[in-house]
């Protein structure tokens, strides 16, 4: 029998358990984020915690173990997106178990601003696009080149689940 996916939306004082699945998810893999090992392992306990006055943090746990996570920025962004995801990241050791269709079905039942959630994707992370496109994610516009990755390109994706 699987385990139930538990969806949580972190408080800034769960800064710990953000920092600790990050940090996972940057060594796991860093080439898909614009952010970097180095520097993030490097942030104090302030600046973990500022980062909750832009953005909330969703956290899909099994069984205990914080397994996945996902940021939500409010934002009027292109394509009629009204928040942007960013960092999403699944521990290898759980794909496959619905982490982030559980991220996103609790998303979709928000009061929040979350209506039409636009992200953006390295255009040669094939597998993260086929995950996308699988929850409901279509490309839009042209490729654009990553200003924290040169020599880069990623793609915005639009999802409105109400379409």
Sequence with gaps: MNSPVVVELLEANQWQRLRS??????TDSGHAFGGTLEAESAEDEITWRSKFEKLDFLIASVDGVDAAMLSVEVLNGDFGATCWIGGCWSDPRFRGKGLMRAMFAYIDEQEKDWKIQGLGVFTDN???IAAYEK???????????????????????IRNPKI
Excluded: E, N
């Design 126 to 128: 094939y597998s993260a």
């Design 21 to 26: 699945i990050r940090l996972q998810a940057l």
């Design 135 to 157: 929850l409901g994610f279509v490309k839009m516009g042209d490729d654009t080149a990553s200003t924290r990755q040169p020599g880069k390109f990623y793609q915005r994706m």
